[in-house]
């Protein structure tokens, strides 16, 4: 357990939690291709099973618990320091499409021409990060850990275009929840979305209303409040770098549209951080 106290990338063929860093759940983002046999454990107060040629994603700080393995299970397991991995997104709009999409589901189905790509991105991130003396060792490691996050994504994208063309054919409510997702960064008008469905807002609000007691306005801020979060988390990222990224016309209106959601301003939530 010594040994990878002050590691910040960790790799391991594993069949138990024993081999598993202390404290693994808030320390690092846990990543997990299974090879064989099945896993079965309870994410955010749901129960999962992931079996061979599935791949789960955890963020640092997840409540996951009841974790148990088959008699068979062989995984390829990777841990990634928390703070290397979302210091290092390549793509701001991406990375928040990911997180929020790992958060609601934490297995993934890659396709096969991906397994391979997996392990290899596995084992090339980790071999980085044990070349110390690397004379650009910093600099490889950042981009490794970007090249991973891309190919990563690229997996991601594909589950998150399956999901779009499942919702193509469901109803308003579901089509509606599924515009909101992509597009509550820069669109938070009702209007937006009642236009893109070809309903009235007041008929989106009933539909709405009818499928949750939540009004569609309410739907849209929960979703926006998510992203400000996640981006004010981000210190890399100015306040106006922020502001001009969810495309508000001011810092000021910027700032008071995330007290309303927040109840602080951004600075103020940063200084709480």
Same mark, same amino acid.
Request: glycine content about 2%.
């Given at each position: 357990? !010594? ?9 391991y063929?594993?069949?138990s ?7 693994? +759940?808030t320390?690092? %983002?846990? %990543? ?13 107060? +749901?129960? &999962?099973h992931?079996? $061979? ?14 974790? @148990?393995?088959?008699? !068979? ?13 979302? *210091? ?8 928040i499409?990911?997180?929020? %999409?790992?958060?609601? !589901? ?19 991130? &980790? ?11 910093? *600099?490889?490691? $950042?981009?490794?850990? +970007? ?25 308003? &409510? ?18 937006? &979305?009642? *236009? $893109?469905? %070809? ?11 009818? !499928?949750?007691?939540?009004t ?16 004010? +988390?981000?210190r890399?990222?100015?306040? =106006? ?7 508000f =016309? ?14 602080? @301003?951004?600075?103020?939530?940063? *200084?709480?951080?």
């Amino acid at each position: 357990m !010594n040994m990878v106290k002050n590691q910040k990338v960790i790799l391991y063929k594993t069949a138990s939690t024993e081999q598993f860093p202390e404290n693994f +759940q808030t320390r690092f %983002h846990t %990543h997990i291709y299974c090879q064989r046999g099945s896993v079965e454990f309870v994410f955010n107060g +749901q129960s &999962y099973h992931c079996k $061979k040629g599935e791949f789960i994603f955890w963020l640092a700080g997840i409540d996951v618990s009841e974790l @148990s393995f088959s008699a !068979n299970f062989t995984a390829a397991v990777l841990f990634v320091d928390k703070d290397l991995l979302t *210091e290092n997104f390549p793509s701001l709009n991406r990375s928040i499409d990911s997180i929020l %999409h790992s958060k609601e !589901n934490p297995i993934l189905h890659p396709k096969k021409k991906d397994k391979e790509k997996i392990l290899k991105n596995f084992q090339l991130l &980790y071999d980085i990060f044990l070349e110390t003396n690397h004379r650009f060792y910093e *600099e490889a490691l $950042k981009l490794q850990m +970007q090249l991973f996050l891309l190919e990563m994504w690229h997996i991601f994208a594909d589950e998150l275009d399956r999901r779009k063309r499942s919702l193509q054919s469901g109803t308003l &409510y579901e089509r509606f929840m599924q515009l909101v997702q992509e597009h509550c960064m820069k669109e938070r008008e009702v209007r937006f &979305y009642s *236009e $893109k469905l %070809h309903i009235t807002p007041k008929y989106l609000n009933y539909i709405c209303k009818v !499928n949750t007691r939540i009004t569609a306005s309410e739907w849209i801020q929960r979703y926006a409040k998510e992203r400000i979060i996640l981006l004010l +988390q981000n210190r890399n990222l100015n306040i =106006s770098e922020i502001a001009d990224e969810m495309e508000f =016309s001011s810092r000021s209106f910027f700032t008071r549209y995330v007290k309303k959601l927040l109840g602080v @301003s951004p600075k103020e939530y940063r *200084e709480r951080m």
